[in-house]
């Protein structure tokens, strides 16, 4: 269906029809640093990536036709084949700065909540993308999480944000999920943490600590563990994964470069990551994991 919205119209999206206007955006590297493929570089190639996109099961997109001169200006609307309905926008270069694709991004989420049954949206954005994550924002969106992520035709990985948007407020809110290792001896691994992964202190309790919250990564929150102290007898060994977007290799140094033992050296896994692990004197198997 049609949308409308104060200076646009929206328009279920028809490659054949649209892909001359929005080559344009699709064949433009400055507007394409972001997306998830390369500059396309023929009207042709822009047409099939738009109906790839729209052939995904339960894509919902428009092309954005400026109703004053009635030019093609952009895409937006709902990504198909995300578990979660995914919000996407792109737009002109040269109409950036006048809030088209936070209005058409509105519609669109008035549209899912509205009329396609949703009941919560997402987008995902790369942590650099500042223009996208402002729409996020002015769009009702906030952070829920991060991931690392990489595109096919870039070599590094990136830190991805998860916003979203419930149509209700939800219920519940985990906030994190911090394994509980059992250790025989709780300073001594804070240190070789400390050391290993650039783990920081969130909390201790007992001197010496017998319990102890640390954090991965410089920040007061995030992902983390609690080491709680037990006879070693009882510290049945656990194995946990970090996934890290950047710094991989430096853990890696850090890691040889610390007093941890069992280490097992960076390789490609068949489920497309590269990981290295090693181990806490109890056993315990640390995975540190980033994209292939
Ligand atoms: C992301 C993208 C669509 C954002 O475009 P944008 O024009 O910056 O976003 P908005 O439509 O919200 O416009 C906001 C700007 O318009 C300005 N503005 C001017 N008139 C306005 C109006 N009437 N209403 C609202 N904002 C207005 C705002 O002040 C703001 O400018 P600022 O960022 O300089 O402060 C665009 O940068 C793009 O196509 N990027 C590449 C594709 C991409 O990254 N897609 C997402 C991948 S996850």
């Not at 042709?44 to 995904?56: C, H, M, S, V």
Request: hydrophobic content about 40%; proline content about 8%; charged content about 20%.
């Amino acid at each position: 269906m049609n949308l409308e919205t104060a200076r646009l119209e929206l328009l279920p999206l028809d490659p054949g029809r649209h892909a001359e206007a929005l080559h344009a955006v699709y064949g433009n590297a400055a507007v394409m640093r972001w997306w998830t493929c390369p500059p396309t570089g023929s009207v042709e190639q822009t047409r099939r990536l738009l109906a790839d996109e729209l052939a995904r099961p339960g894509a919902t997109l428009w092309a954005l036709r400026r109703t004053e001169d009635d030019l093609v200006i952009g895409m937006a609307g709902l990504l198909g084949g995300v578990a979660i309905p995914g919000l996407t926008w792109i737009l002109a270069e040269q109409v950036w700065g006048h809030g088209f694709a936070t209005e058409a991004a509105t519609a669109v989420v008035d549209h899912a909540f509205q009329h396609a049954g949703y009941d919560r949206v997402e987008a995902w954005v790369e942590s650099s993308n500042t223009r996208s994550t402002a729409v996020c924002r002015k769009t009702g969106l906030i952070e829920r999480g991060r991931l690392p992520q990489r595109y096919e035709h870039r070599e590094k990985p990136h830190e991805t944000v998860v916003f979203g948007r419930a149509k209700k407020p939800d219920p519940i809110s985990v906030l994190h999920l911090d394994p509980v290792l059992p250790v025989a001896d709780v300073p001594a691994t804070v240190e070789l943490l400390r050391a290993a992964l650039k783990a920081r202190v969130s909390f201790t309790a007992g001197e010496p600590a017998d319990v102890a919250g640390l954090v991965f990564g410089p920040w007061s929150t995030g992902p983390g563990v609690r080491l709680v102290r037990r006879p070693a007898q009882e510290c049945a060994p656990l194995e946990f994964t970090l996934d890290v977007s950047a710094g991989f290799a430096d853990l890696h140094q850090a890691v040889v470069a610390s007093s941890v033992t069992g280490i097992e050296p960076p390789a490609d896994r068949p489920w497309g990551t590269r990981e290295f692990a090693f181990r806490l004197p109890e056993g315990h198997r640390i995975v540190v994991s980033t994209p292939g």
